[in-house]
């Protein structure tokens, strides 16, 4: 049987997938002001836009992405999450993002196959 | 999703696309181990034996979150807290099942009800015959939590 080496391209690299993320979010709501109608456009673009550049990268990964986007108006909130997977293949990156007046959180998770 | 591997090249060819799901193999010599290698195949392209349980796993998002915040106000650090073990005790509970070959992400979002507007949403680059999640939202008179379970097959 060949056998398969563990190289970059099976590693699932968070300074990569939070650079991807970074982009993601700039390019839909960066410099725009929070606006209701608008959330659902920018909520599914931003996990579309993560989405198709992780896909790219080729890595034999599936992925989820979550992305919330709240309205800066002093409510808290707080977002936690567990895994059971693979701790030397699978990985997770979240970048909190904001501006005056909404917060964005994207949670990419990556699970080898 | 495996095929017995022709080429001479060492695998280095095949390296790419034995990562994605193919494996490149010799085929075996002696009729048991013949044997063995088309009982494996034959059960990785079967499938998940056992599929993710949806509805067991919708009933521990209703009990794990139900009892953690039924009572409970909002404040900053309980629910900090209260996010975290909503997390871990999901897991915990959903890894209890026991599905066979299932990797399991769980992610909580606990907050405040304060009249602001939020979104959630999320999307998956998955195999949707073997993959699924399940989604569960508890509101009360001062916090609201938004509670999702991914379950992924590992092929």
């Excluded at chain 2, 095929?3 to 695998?11: I, T, V």
């Amino acid at each position: 049987m060949d056998e398969f080496q563990t190289g970059e391209e099976a590693s699932f690299l968070v300074d990569e997938v939070s650079s991807i993320i970074k982009e993601a979010i700039e390019g839909a709501i960066g410099g725009n002001a929070y606006q209701h109608s608008k959330v659902n456009q920018w909520t599914t673009s931003v996990v579309e836009q993560t989405l198709s550049q992780l896909t790219k990268l080729g890595k034999p990964f599936k992925y989820i992405v979550t992305c919330v986007i709240m309205q800066k108006n002093g409510a808290g909130l707080h977002t936690a999450s567990s895994c059971f997977w693979d701790n030397s293949s699978d990985g997770t990156c979240t970048v909190r993002w904001e501006n005056k007046t909404m917060y964005c959180i994207v949670s990419a998770f990556g699970l080898a196959i | 999703r495996l095929r017995p591997s022709a080429e001479g090249d060492g695998g280095r060819r095949n390296h790419y696309r034995a990562r994605l799901g193919w494996v490149s193999i010799a085929p075996p010599k002696t009729p048991s181990a013949l044997r063995f290698f088309l009982h494996k195949l034959e059960l990785c392209l079967a499938g998940p034996a056992r599929r993710f349980p949806v509805a067991a796993v919708d009933e521990i998002l209703r009990d794990v979150v139900g009892s953690a915040l039924r009572e409970q106000r909002y404040e900053p650090g309980p629910c900090r807290e209260a996010a975290k073990n909503i997390a871990e005790v999901v897991k915990a509970r959903v890894k209890a099942l026991a599905v066979p070959r299932y990797k399991i992400v769980v992610v909580a979002h606990v907050g405040q009800l304060g009249g602001q507007s939020l979104q959630v949403g999320s999307r998956c680059l998955w195999d949707p015959q073997s993959d699924t999640f399940s989604s569960y939202v508890f509101k009360n008179t001062s916090l609201f939590a938004v509670t999702n379970v991914y379950g992924v097959y590992f092929e």
